[in-house]
Each structure stands twice: as structure tokens, then as C-alpha cells.
């Protein structure tokens, strides 16, 4: 996998696949060289802090977590800084406000589906720290890829990554 052809612009970039897709993995290989905003790093970080179990997830530490990627989204939108922004997709409304808050505050917007089979999300998930629940990963994998939809001709460029080979 290559990366992507990159810009001089500062860049908001939207990584959007269901659990388990391998949004992290993508983000990592694509666009190391970017700030990212990964939900599951903060609440990994904040249960570490707590003491708590990898499989271990409270609705405290969620709330924390989203609040805390919200701050650095908007930290980076202040500063300029390029970052990208990891979603299940969950929240299409949020995910429109940021475009365009990125789109006027002068970022080359971008958003990528990680495409994966349920089978193949369901089977990594079971070997994840921190597991969900399969309805759960049902759910959002039919969200995400419906909010992607929903927001690719929103930003500059658009396009579906699949990651069904990589574990």
C-alpha cells in the first residue's frame, strides 16, 4: 500500500470505517506523517490512567475521550495543524460542522472509507484489546459506510481504502 499523494496545503483528513475496519491500521500506514485524533488511543490512554482493563470501557471514559479528541480537533483547526479524524461515522451532523469548519478555515479536506467485510471486522474483532460487542459492530459498520456516503462530495477528494486483506 502506497501513500496517498500528499498536498503543501494543511489537511483535514476523515477516516471513516465500522469497528474493527481498520481505521488505526490505515491512518497509521497512510498518514503517519499527520496528527491523528483516534477515539480508541484516548480512551486506551485514559483507562491506563485508571487503572482499568483494555476490555474494560466506561461510559465516564468514552464521554472523557470524545471530549478530549473535540479539544484537539479544535486545537489543530486553531493552530493550522493538519490532523486526521478517525470515525465509525456515528455522528453524521459532526462530521458536516468539521468539514466545513476545516473547508473555511482554509484545510484540503479529505475523507477515505476503510472498507471491510462484517466477517472480516467480526473475526478481528475477537482479538482486539478491546473488544465490541457484534451488534454493536454490525451497527456501525452499516453507519459508517452510509455517513461516508452521506460526506464524500462535502470535501476535495474522496475515496474507499479497502483493507480487507491486512489482520
Excluded at 468539514?99 to 471486522?121: C, D, F, H, P, Q
Aim: net charge positive.
Amino acid at each position: 500500500m502506497s501513500k496517498l499523494v500528499s498536498t503543501n496545503k494543511k489537511r483535514a483528513i476523515f477516516v471513516l470505517g465500522g469497528p474493527a475496519a481498520g481505521k488505526s491500521h490505515i491512518t497509521k500506514k497512510l498518514f503517519s506523517d499527520v496528527a491523528s485524533l483516534d477515539p480508541d488511543e484516548f480512551m486506551a490512554q485514559m483507562n491506563v490512567e485508571k487503572g482499568y482493563e483494555p476490555n474494560e470501557i466506561h461510559n465516564s471514559i468514552r464521554i472523557k475521550a470524545g471530549a478530549k479528541r473535540a479539544f484537539e480537533t479544535r486545537n489543530a483547526l486553531l493552530v493550522g495543524q493538519s490532523f486526521v479524524y478517525q470515525s465509525t461515522g456515528w455522528y453524521v451532523s459532526v462530521l458536516r460542522v468539521l468539514i466545513n469548519l476545516a473547508k473555511n478555515n482554509g484545510y484540503y479536506t479529505e475523507a477515505y472509507y476503510v472498507e471491510t467485510s462484517l466477517k472480516k471486522a467480526l473475526e478481528r474483532n475477537k482479538y482486539r484489546d478491546r473488544v465490541v460487542p457484534e451488534e454493536v459492530v454490525r451497527l456501525r459498520s452499516e453507519r459508517a459506510r452510509e455517513t461516508f456516503c452521506q460526506i464524500k462530495n462535502l470535501v476535495d477528494k474522496s475515496g474507499v481504502i479497502s483493507n480487507e486483506q491486512s489482520n
